[in-house]
């Protein structure tokens, strides 16, 4: 995952989950504003879909474990080599992936089988994205200092977004709080793309001064517009879906 | 804002703001406990007065925009000059109003589109009172140890006015912590003041001593005397509106 | 404060408020599960009561704040005096009085008037709690390494009674969360007075040594063992007014 | 406790805890969504059942606190000696132990005693969680980096597994909940052997290098392995459970 595509792989799978995420709250909430017959048969449609999108999200979770195992120089399942350890980051990437995957599993069981409890996937997924911000909080150690920023906010945005997730968890059908965990996400995606364009250019031209607390100063407000956009797009997206 | 109008500015504005809502929030609860008929005709009332409200903000919201990039020394809307970063001081203030001008934008879609939750509003402002608080968090880079502490109380009071903006936002309907609110925006409104008085003399004479641990000692207790002063006003527009 | 007596006071007080309260919700938990009747007309006592604890707490808070003025080496009112801030300890200390002082006119005007709502004091009560917590956070500058242990664990407790106070604003009519608030205090009031065991010996006897971990080892679990006997008192409080 | 036998005995207790209470809450959880006789007739059953657990543990406590004291290098309840603290980390464990004794205690009295509130087992077991993190927190001082790293986990892991049986205490009949708390509380056990293994070796062979920053690297994901075995193995007892 250090390089260009590493970081460009969980941020389109995030970018993309959101969307879906987001559009399916809006879609959700507008049929139950409407008349309950249309909302009945929905709700058959929904029961496939979300069957569909345990299936992907599974799917995406088993690219990215792959993908950090059997890249070029990745660890090819091996944990222990000559004596010391093997590529750990490849190894917390996999097991970030693989906390997505059981949240994937926890969404197609709920859906096969009604008597676990429907709030089940929530829990898992707010589980796997407080185990994604506990490793990144780890993930750090010995980079320079704009390096270690832009991985601080990430684990600020995960841990938030793993927060809005547990209160869905707790309070259900909350269709703001949803719109504000697609908003999170879609803001992870977008700054993995940020940390990308930081610290590794797909040019090859020179990337940023790490050492220079200007940058750390221009990436907070960044941090912010990245932010405002991503309401920007949930909005639009809620006014191309009513429409 | 590195000056006493700077400063100035967005404490009126929070002022006004905090003394606005808290009348309203008075006068809600006082006509739900009257009639039900006074109530009706009010909540019409409530309507218009709630545009007017959105607009307001959004107008205020631009204002500081404008003001920031304009001013003699501003940014002029230029990010990168001459191979460096330009006025990012003056760039995270923008930022900030922008977030507020979303929640205004946010108010006054709410009030015309029937079919959006009407507790959008308070997540906007929850929302740009948290992107306030990180961007003061991360804005005091490299300064003295006082202008560092009057900064981080500042963190701190609209810290938890995001928070108790966001309990709103979950618990619909709660007069008092509306009210604990406007008193926390008022407090942040008047340490605005305290700051400027703190950092700048209107008048030019000898600011504080910038080093002293002392002064840290007496801000402690200041910042909670500017508290309890705001919950006293907060009292007296109580029994102000209830009379 | 800084002597035997000055932390003796507030460890009394908080030790007779924590029994008094603990008393009073065990009582209207009791009183709640027997016969309606009898309720109704222990109703109009504990109206009574209530006007007579607001009137004590507002004494209390009074009698706090003079005796931190007008004791010899005290401020005597002047802020600030010859180029520099005059006692500003006992100045913190007042101010944290002033706040309990404000919970005790909530109180009383919660009582008087009927159209407040009634949860009012408990959310002063939880702002007194947290603006103690952050003075005393701001207290100890510049002491020794046990000195500022024994105090942090002072912070550390009065903001959990802060939370659990704000909680019960929140969730009212929760018996537990009454009570462990008492117990809390309870161990505040207890605190106080560990706290001037360590640092000041009242025969004169030489005090610990502040500078020695182990001693900060010793006092972790003697706060803990503080905390189990406040609620072995709680509970045989329990056990007195059920029988 | 500081060899292999006195991290084994408190991860085997939790072990078995972890496992009776998530067999316990899935029971309770299926025979609900049974026919109501069935419930009535298993209600009788569960109150024995309960009574049990509560003498269990304890029993459980009392072994711990036993064993603390009476080791052949335990402090034998002397506290202060030759003008120094004796053992204060044994204390540590023996005020741990016994928090969950009075958990034990609340949980016995509950069930016979009718009118007591009937989540304070939960409120006893938060809190006996909370002084168990608070304990550990102030207990690694002065030893190597990777041993604080580990006990560092265990009190987050306590920490988080006390604030979800806070949210149980707060929120009653969650069954995700109290799974959760389940399978946290079967991630403290196993960490408790973890610590073992890095730490000491049954067998006498050379124990980790306590200093290396690539073991921190890999304990982090090793720590969230152990958690996802601890969801499968919940998730094992839940499909035997209910089959």
Tied chains: 1, 2, 3, 4.
Aim: net charge positive; proline share 3%; hydrophobic share 50%.
């Amino acid at each position: 995952m250090v390089n260009f595509k590493g970081h460009a792989l969980p941020g389109t799978l995030f970018i993309i989950l959101s969307l879906w995420w987001s559009t399916r709250s809006i879609l959700k909430y507008v049929c139950k504003k409407q008349k309950q017959t249309f909302y009945l048969r929905s709700k058959a449609l929904f029961h496939r879909v979300e069957l569909l999108e345990g299936t992907i999200v599974v799917g995406m979770a088993l690219t990215g474990m792959i993908a950090e195992q059997f890249i070029p120089r990745g660890p090819h399942l091996i944990l222990y080599k000559e004596g010391k350890w093997n590529k750990l980051l490849s190894w917390h990437h996999f097991t970030m992936y693989f906390f997505f995957g059981l949240m994937g599993v926890a969404h197609i069981l709920c859906v096969t089988i009604r008597s676990l409890p429907s709030s089940l996937p929530k829990l898992m997924l707010s589980n796997a994205l407080f185990v994604e911000a506990f490793i990144f909080h780890n993930h750090t150690h010995g980079r320079e200092m704009v390096e270690i920023f832009v991985h601080q906010l990430l684990v600020l945005v995960i841990f938030l977004t793993g927060l809005v997730t547990f209160m869905e968890f707790l309070l259900q059908n909350n269709v703001l709080l949803e719109l504000l965990r697609s908003s999170l996400i879609l803001l992870q995606g977008s700054w993995f793309f940020q940390i990308d364009s930081v610290l590794y250019s797909p040019s090859g031209a020179p990337t940023w001064n790490l050492k220079d607390h200007e940058n750390i100063m221009f990436l907070t407000i960044c941090f912010c517009w990245h932010y405002a956009v991503s309401f920007v797009i949930i909005g639009v997206n809620y006014a191309f879906v009513t429409w």
